[in-house]
């Protein structure tokens, strides 16, 4: 039961343009969702975060939207750099009584010179 | 400040053995988690623990198994490997609970 879905599983882009990953979910209990950015051979890094209160968070080449009645939400880069290129995975958290991220499977970025 | 430290990189082990990780988390960090990743799965959540006590479990079988000691550092245990248990095993810690975790490097653990 996949309750973070990231249905595209990559996602090229040219240099310059705005880059826009999706991630859908399924529990309306959560209330925190985050970005994270991995490089092969490294673990993930966190990139940005959203509280379930705004529906939008912004930070410099970064910003990620949130849809709570869509369950969505959307990471844009603006603009897109070859340093991008990445896996990108969203992550939910809930107030479920229990300190867990539910992860996407990921969606692989590459930024286009 | 040094990151998160898991060790060793890279492991190959041969079905049945059984094969200990460690995780070294950011100083002052006293939640720790791990977590698996394998191909079209994503990372797929196996326990957390904060001050030495287990706090949250996943949808693992008990082969699987894990521990923190009072220096916060953690250790995961897979016994009787299976092929399936080839993947990339991700270590994670923060102050207190996993919103905005710090990752390390993984141990990626190959069964043959």
């Known amino acids: 039961d996949q309750q973070v879905k990231q249905n595209s599983p990559s996602l090229s882009v040219q240099e310059g343009r705005i880059s826009i990953l999706n991630c859908d979910y399924t529990n309306s209990m959560f209330d925190y969702f985050l970005w994270y950015k991995k490089y092969p051979a490294e673990g993930p890094t966190f990139l940005i975060s959203i509280s379930s209160i705004k529906d939008k968070n912004e930070d410099g080449r970064f910003t990620v939207f949130l849809n709570k009645s869509a369950k969505h939400l959307s990471l844009h880069i603006v603009p897109s750099q070859p340093g991008d290129s990445a896996v990108y995975f969203c992550a939910a958290e809930g107030n479920f009584g229990n300190e867990k991220l539910t992860f996407g499977t990921g969606t692989r970025l590459t930024i286009i010179p | 400040k040094a990151g998160v430290t898991q060790t060793p990189r890279y492991l190959i082990k041969t079905r049945g053995q059984q094969v200990t990780l460690s995780c070294s988390p950011i100083s002052g960090h006293r939640s720790v988690s791990w977590y698996q990743q394998t191909p079209g799965q994503g990372l797929q959540f196996l326990f957390e623990?904060?001050?030495?006590?287990?706090?949250n479990k996943g949808n693992f079988p008990g082969r699987f198994s894990g521990r923190q000691f009072s220096n916060s550092r953690s250790e995961m245990n897979v016994s009787t490997l299976e092929l399936g248990d080839s993947a990339l095993y991700l270590c994670a810690s923060s102050l207190q609970g996993v919103t905005e975790a710090f990752f390390g490097q993984g141990t990626r653990l190959t069964v043959v």
């Open positions: 623990y904060f001050s030495e006590t287990q706090r």
